[in-house]
């Protein structure tokens, strides 16, 4: 079992920037795919992005494609999520997340299967 930490959250105005951090221990973290899922109030929990165990990989929701960059450190563990010309509407409590099995399939995302406890971001306008 996976154990995934997310830091980096915080309160930012419309336009700025924010980095999170995720670090995962527990299994090979350079085995598999990670991702990042966001819920904001009221709402579904709805993916964001992932990529795959090289980082060759990477896939990202229509709603952040272009702002938002995915990217992992295997040596360190760790996988990002660097939020650039952030909106109010990407407020949400954001977590990491390990892939289940193989990621094969690039057009879907992973099927995950660990999650860490979340951090929060708040845009405001």
């Known amino acids: 079992q996976v154990q995934l930490v997310e830091s980096g959250g915080g309160l930012v105005q419309a336009g700025d920037s924010l980095r999170l951090s995720c670090a995962a221990s527990?299994?090979?973290?350079?085995?598999?795919?990670m991702g990042w899922l966001r819920q904001a109030p009221g709402k579904e929990r709805e993916f964001v992005a992932a990529i795959n165990w090289s980082g060759i990989t990477r896939l990202y929701a229509g709603s952040v494609k272009g702002r938002f960059t995915i990217s992992r450190d295997n040596a360190k563990n760790t996988v990002f999520l660097q939020m650039d010309i952030t909106k109010p509407e990407d407020t949400a409590v954001y977590y990491c997340?390990?892939?289940?099995?193989?990621?094969?399939?690039?057009?879907?995302?992973?099927?995950?299967?660990?999650w860490g406890q979340g951090t929060q971001v708040t845009v405001s306008s």
């Open positions: 527990g299994r090979t973290f350079s085995n598999y795919a």
């Open positions: 997340a390990a892939a289940r099995g193989i990621w094969s399939d690039y057009s879907r995302q992973p099927d995950f299967g660990s």
